[in-house]
């Protein structure tokens, strides 16, 4: 049994012990697993402390699951999923802080979910058997929707169902791709896949390729979400409990990205580049029609669900630019997303805590009785637009800058999305901690307490470390894209020095 395995379990058997604990003690076992958890995962970081890094996969299990069809317990580590596991267990005891005066009901359950949601998430991001990584999957729908369901706002119900709809339509697109796959290649395993079409003993071309693709990617783009397919994030996050909403931005979204770079690049990467330019128009609109629906909203938390559509554009673009600087920009912006998003949304709730309201003319002034809540939500915001030594910086200049070699002209519209991220980012704090407080707010914002400073502290810190040093996070993610990019050069060049082959044909590896 490697670290890996002990990391990705102990959610899971954390998950039970709640469940059987008297409920007093639920909140500070949660605490004390979670925290666990993230030490023990800081361990995963030792093959990549050298001078160089490992670009194969490290910490690996391969057992058999079920024989027939040959579905294994395989499971492993890169530098693409290395540092969104690290996030995943630092954001769980974060996301149980938060949660610790807020949650007062069914609280046993509550807590015993976010485990289960740490556990389902893992497991997506080190997976390496399709059949697995389709139950985790799976998994991690269940304690959200539970999370949003029970816990949430008033629409609680519409917004979880909605989610769950959602994704599973997605689902079950990947599901029959993965099934067609088994069938031409008599494995789910990824490494043995990736390895035939690298060797081109496995080859998806035409039409074929296109519609595996577009399988794969729906599932992806709706995780992300990708526009048009965003509809559901507004309302989950405005009924989600403040924890539901960190963990589905700055973590549950990532498997969308994610599965767009492990899945559609490596395994289909001439389709990729030729759905491109569309899937890149698209992230521009998505830029674009998310930081003007921000703009607009009298909701804090709709706003920053929008933001998460503009922001999440970004890396998509990124990827979908297959050059080295856009693709580790893209998944740079994935961690940077999952820390300042997850701040906005952490602070939002506790504004809303204090004031039991998430509309912004409910604000006004907060500045005066909260000047520290009031600084923090200022870095917080400058994180969130970009500016520089802090984190966005970094990872949106990666991604403009490679998005200019693949195609200028996306660049002109994409960093309209940056201004209109100013935009609607300041003029959310100028309405909220500016001018003067009323008498009934200076009488119920406190300040920040001790715990709440112990939730945020982390991430505030993370802003301008990823800002100001980002070669502590990038050589193992620049390692594992130049990995990436070179295996789609490769198909490419063979693709090329390959006859056409008629529509939808195909050839499958000699079993």
């Known amino acids: 049994m490697s670290l890996l395995d002990i990391v990705l379990f102990l959610p899971l058997i954390g998950f039970l012990a709640i469940l059987i604990l008297p409920k007093e003690s639920s909140r500070m076992t949660a605490l004390i697993l979670s925290l666990g958890i993230f030490v023990l995962s800081l361990g995963l970081l030792s093959p990549y402390m050298g001078d160089a890094s490992p670009t194969g996969w490290q910490f690996v299990s391969n057992v058999s699951w079920i024989t027939s069809p040959a579905i294994r317990y395989h499971v492993g580590l890169d530098g693409l999923t290395l540092w969104l596991v690290l996030l995943s267990t630092m954001l769980t005891p974060i996301a149980v802080l938060i949660s610790w005066n807020y949650i007062d009901h069914r ?87 990736q390895n035939m079409v690298q060797t081109g003993a496995l080859k998806f071309d035409g039409q074929v390729g296109m519609l595996l693709f577009l399988a794969f990617f729906i599932a992806f783009a709706i995780k992300v979400p990708l526009f048009p397919l965003h509809t559901w994030l507004q309302d989950a996050h405005v009924e989600a409990p403040t924890a539901g909403s960190v963990m589905l931005a700055s973590v549950m979204l990532k498997m969308g990205t994610y599965g ?78 999952g820390v300042s998003t997850g701040a906005l949304f952490i602070l939002v709730g506790y504004l809303y805590e204090r004031r039991h309201s998430l509309e912004i003319s409910a604000y006004g002034g907060v500045a005066t009785p909260a000047p520290n809540l009031a600084i923090v939500f200022l870095i917080t915001t400058f994180a969130s637009i970009g500016l520089p030594v802090l984190n966005n910086f970094v990872g949106e200049y990666l991604v403009l800058q490679g998005a200019a070699k693949a195609n200028f002209s996306w660049v002109v519209f994409a960093a309209l999305g940056v201004i209109l991220g100013a935009c609607y980012m300041l003029w959310l704090y100028q309405r909220t901690f500016y001018g003067r407080a009323s008498e009934s707010l200076a009488h119920h914002m406190p300040d920040l307490t001790t715990r709440e400073w112990a939730a945020i502290a982390p991430l505030l810190i993370l802003m301008f470390w990823m800002g100001c040093y980002a070669q502590t996070f990038l050589p193992a993610i620049s390692a594992q894209n130049t990995a990436i990019l070179n295996q789609m050069n490769q198909n490419r060049v063979e693709q090329a020095a390959t006859p056409a082959l008629p529509a939808g044909a195909e050839v499958r590896n000699a079993r």
């Open 260 to 337: 767009l770079v492990r899945f559609c690049l490596t395994l289909f990467p001439n389709a990729a580049r030729e759905a491109a330019p569309v899937i890149g128009g698209l992230a521009i609109v998505g830029i674009i029609y998310g930081a003007l629906c921000a703009l607009v909203q009298p909701n804090m938390k709709k706003l920053v669900a929008y933001s998460s559509v503009s922001h999440l554009g970004f890396v998509v673009l990124g990827v979908f630019s297959f050059t080295q600087q856009g693709l580790d920009g893209a998944v740079y912006q994935m961690l940077n997303h």
């Open 107 to 193: 609280v046993k359950e509550y807590f015993a979910f976010l485990l289960l949601l740490e556990f389902g998430v893992l497991g997506v991001f080190v997976a390496l058997d399709m059949f697995l990584f389709y139950v985790f999957w799976e998994l991690s729908l269940v304690p959200m929707y539970f999370l949003i369901g029970i816990w949430g706002h008033d629409r609680r119900i519409y917004a979880a169902v909605k989610f769950f709809l959602f994704t599973m339509a997605g689902s079950v697109l990947m599901l029959a791709a993965m099934i067609y796959l088994y069938n031409a290649a008599g494995t789910f395993d990824y490494v043995a896949i």
